[in-house]
């Protein structure tokens, strides 16, 4: 029954208190060109809808990958200063061994050694020596090792920045692209009187379904923040987006889930349930995994749905194209 409901629905929910004379053709003035009809209207928003969807994940992906890129710089840049500190110390300490070798006049030594007419002091002052001049092979080995090390260390650095910088140009030509959908989303939903902002401080409303376990704790996360604007990129506390909700929910249950929808679907290959068989706290996936949001029981979902919408608990039936589902 559930996965009936789930395949036959419809993605838009029906928006409510339309003012159809704001869309219709303006009167007057022979070069004004016609507004959109409602109809036309609600299908540029479905259409800009389900491209924000992907858009705004492949977003979240990209700040990921600089996350790790730049997580990546920072260990090879720490290493790269231990190495520094590391030749500096070795270099400290042959100037303080060539300083000492001057001052107590080695090439003396080995005379001053043979004229000794004890034969104990003789080998004991030549095992000082053969000491010596394994230590200071030592120090010389070190030193020569760590600085034809260095150069490598520093080639990792430079290859993780250089990432880094690549992956955070790319994270801001994402951005650009999903700033100018939202705009698009803002300006269409204003004139369909639907634009709800949202409460950055709503308490939300408490979760009285049948869940148990983490998955109860996931879901009373989920719900408390009802009423929350939707936000892209957004993992709280004031605002979501989908992924971000999911994420936020089940880290609150002790789970940790991937950033976004896709990667989330992809980490729960082996958790995959059968749609007919979704529980409470299962996640469920849509739009060419666009968009994820929570089963909540009873035939409901809680979700972030999108621009100019906000956190949400929605009947299944009032979203399309559900096709997965996962249990973490």
Not at 61 to 67: F, I, S, T
Not at 155 to 175: F, G
């Amino acid at each position: 029954m559930l996965a009936r409901g789930i395949r036959g629905v419809g993605r838009i929910p029906v928006i409510t208190g339309l003012i159809a004379a704001v869309l219709v053709t303006q009167a007057g003035g022979a070069g004004a060109e016609p507004r959109p009809t409602v109809a036309q209207a609600k299908a540029r928003l479905a259409k800009l809808n389900e491209r924000a969807d992907l858009v705004v994940d492949k977003y979240n992906e990209a700040g990921e990958r600089w996350k790790k890129a730049r997580k990546d710089y920072n260990k090879a840049n720490g290493r790269l200063k231990e190495q520094l500190g590391r030749i500096d110390g070795l270099r400290a300490g042959l100037v303080t061994m060539a300083v000492s070798t001057y001052q107590s006049g080695d090439m003396l030594a080995w005379p001053s050694l043979i004229t000794q007419g004890d034969p104990d002091a003789l080998l004991s002052g030549l095992s000082s020596v053969d000491q010596m001049s394994a230590d200071r092979a030592r120090k010389l080995a070190a030193y020569q090792q760590a600085t034809a090390s260095i150069q490598g260390e520093r080639d990792d650095a430079k290859k993780s920045y250089d990432k880094a910088i690549e992956l955070l140009n790319e994270l801001k030509r994402q951005k650009k692209d999903v700033e100018k959908l939202v705009g698009e989303q803002e300006r269409l939903l204003r004139r369909l009187n639907a634009y709800n902002p949202g409460n950055p401080n709503s308490p939300g409303i408490k979760y009285t379904g049948p869940a148990s376990g983490n998955a109860r704790a996931a879901l009373q996360y989920a719900f408390a923040q009802v009423g929350k604007p939707y936000r892209y990129g957004g993992t709280g506390p004031d605002g979501f987006d989908c992924s971000g909700l999911t994420l936020m929910a089940w880290r609150a249950a002790g789970v940790t889930l991937p950033r976004t929808a896709a990667q989330q679907y992809n980490w729960g290959a082996s958790r995959r349930v059968p749609l007919g068989a979704v529980q409470p706290g299962d996640l469920l996936f849509a739009s060419g995994l666009g968009h994820v949001g929570m089963y909540a029981g009873d035939g409901k979902m809680v979700h972030a749905p999108r621009t100019g919408s906000v956190v949400s608990v929605v009947p299944l039936s009032s979203y399309r194209g559900i096709f997965a589902a996962v249990r973490p």
